[in-house]
């Protein structure tokens, strides 16, 4: 359990920072009060750059998407700003109930929140809510027209905010979680015009229209993980539980819905692409020339499905293995003794 729990740090590079003072876990309330009388931020849109998240609360949201299903959740994370970052360092669910397509926060999830911040300075933690969390169930990690306009309020009445997306099949699938920071500009900035493929992404079919049209309306931040001495045992008794949940399931049994969707998603695609190189055809030799980037994306798109299908038939394949000659044993053990 302690060798698989150091591969899942190494997979999502969560590295100890600190360990004599655990400084990233302190909190200076002067400190964040002149942060937030300073709003840098209000002077540059791109003020914002990083992320940094504990181990402990990477942990708790991953098992909380996890527990969704298929239905989105939501949940605050805690913590402080240190220059152009965000440096989280717990997270807690909300009391809020979503749908295959979006979640966001009512009335009651925001009186929860209030009075969940509140218990938090009367037994000593001073951590701000400085972002909210989601999950995208199979579909990635990128903000929503309705996610973009919840940062938005967000970041209206309660700077500096900052929006996480987690992904809880592609991370059962691929074993590493899948995560995405994001912080949306301003409605009266115009931000700097992209690069065609800034970075690559599966997205389906069905949500590529509702990826496309709010994509200029925030930026990505870099995300990074840290533990510390502070929270090793808690970090242990997490892990315990996700380890034991982990072991108990195979990829390809959890995921079979997504892998299916995927699988269908994709072979949509490749009549997409091959429409298209029809009509490129038809208008000559000459028009075919170039990087065609739809093929290109579909390529790696059938590439990473069949990376996560194999890893799950070897995962399948190690613990069939590993079990099924404890198990072999154990009866084998048991007839030398009535012999």
Excluded at 105 to 114: F, I, L, P, T
Excluded at 234 to 263: A, C, H, I
Aim: aromatic share 8%; with cysteine.
């Amino acid at each position: 359990m302690g060798s698989s729990q150091k591969a899942w740090e190494l997979e999502n590079s969560v590295k100890l920072v600190d360990p004599h003072r655990d400084g990233l876990y302190s909190y200076d309330e002067a400190e964040q009060k002149a942060v937030g009388a300073q709003q840098p931020w209000k002077k540059d849109p791109h003020h914002f750059k990083n992320i940094r998240i504990s181990a402990v609360a990477l942990l708790k949201m991953v098992m909380h998407a996890r527990s969704g299903g298929s239905i989105e959740v939501m949940g605050l994370m805690q913590g402080k700003i240190v220059g152009d970052t965000f440096v989280v360092s717990d997270a807690f669910r909300l009391p809020v109930e979503g749908t295959e397509t979006r979640v966001n926060a009512g009335n009651s999830a925001n009186e929860y929140m209030v009075n969940y911040l509140e218990l938090c300075r009367q037994s000593g933690r001073l951590d701000n809510a400085v972002g909210w969390y989601h999950s995208h169930p199979g579909y990635g990690c990128w903000l929503s027209g309705i996610d973009v306009d919840t940062e938005i309020t967000y970041q209206s009445y309660n700077e500096p905010f900052c929006a996480v997306v987690i992904d809880p099949d592609r991370t059962i699938s691929a074993g590493k979680v899948e995560i995405g920071a994001f912080r949306t500009y301003p409605k009266e900035y115009q931000p700097p015009a992209s690069g065609a493929d800034d970075g690559y992404q599966t997205i389906p079919l069905a949500k590529i229209e509702d990826f496309g049209a709010h994509a200029s309306r925030y930026y990505s931040l870099e995300v990074s993980h840290y533990k510390s001495t502070l929270d090793t045992h808690l970090l242990e008794l997490l892990w315990n539980k996700y380890w034991v949940t982990t072991l108990s399931q195979s990829p390809l049994f959890t995921n079979r819905d997504y892998g299916t969707k995927q699988m269908l998603d994709l072979g949509e695609k490749i009549k997409q692409v091959e429409k298209s190189i029809r009509a490129i055809a038809s208008r000559g030799p000459q028009r075919m020339g170039g990087k065609d980037t739809q093929l290109d994306k579909v390529i790696r798109d059938s590439n990473k499905i069949a990376s996560e299908e194999i890893t799950g038939l070897l995962a399948s394949d190690v613990k069939a293995k590993l079990f099924n000659s404890v198990g072999a044993m154990t009866v084998h053990q048991h007839d030398q003794v009535k012999t």
